[in-house]
């Protein structure tokens, strides 16, 4: 769910993914799908985009029309300043609206799981030691296709050292309970 370039599709190739762009809020009436009317509902880099008020709705409508799952993914709280200093350096829009409805804590996110009766498991994401120059950089890249390049270097040779504490995100698989 949400998606300006539907980019998390080529991570998937074989399945059938289905962007959506409009906001998921209290005043749209949330997502007007029907119930269970996907296998697995996700959300990566999107919650911190949501104001904080609006948050519960959107992870009880993400879980509703999810049969199977629902992923969230979403930068932590304990990460807002090292997010601070890149903004400062960058001017990043991203990182701005970050800012203004802040980041979510895990506290907050999983309580909010356990109310819905999700069972649900984190994963850490993208070490915060990587995380700010990889941004720096990537933010000093115009190009596409150069930034696209970095991004592969960058999976093929760190990922697997990425994904332990302190992170810059988590990720969330929440089943139905």
């Not at 993914?73 to 001017?91: D, H, K, N, Q």
């Not at 701005?96 to 994963?123: D, N, V």
Request: aromatic share 10%; net charge neutral.
């Amino acid at each position: 769910m949400g998606s300006l370039d539907n980019a998390f599709a080529l991570f998937l190739p074989r399945h059938r993914l289905k962007p959506w762009n409009d906001p998921v809020l209290s005043s749209t009436g949330g997502l007007l799908l029907p119930d269970k009317a996907v296998d697995v509902a996700v959300a990566l880099d999107v919650l911190e985009h949501v104001p904080s008020p609006e948050r519960p709705l959107f992870i009880t409508e993400l879980a509703r029309v999810s049969s199977l799952a629902s992923i969230f993914a979403f930068p932590i709280a304990s990460a807002a300043p090292v997010e601070e200093f890149v903004l400062r350096l960058t001017g990043s829009k991203w990182l701005s609206e970050h800012k203004q409805h802040g980041l979510p804590s895990p506290g907050e996110i999983e309580a909010i799981f356990k109310r819905l009766g999700l069972t649900f498991s984190r994963y850490p994401n993208a070490s915060l030691a990587s995380w700010m120059p990889m941004m720096l950089l990537m933010h000093g890249v115009q190009e596409k296709d150069l930034q696209a390049e970095i991004s592969i270097f960058f999976n093929r040779n760190f990922y697997s050292s990425e994904n332990r504490e302190p992170v810059y995100r988590y990720i969330y698989l929440c089943r139905p309970g």
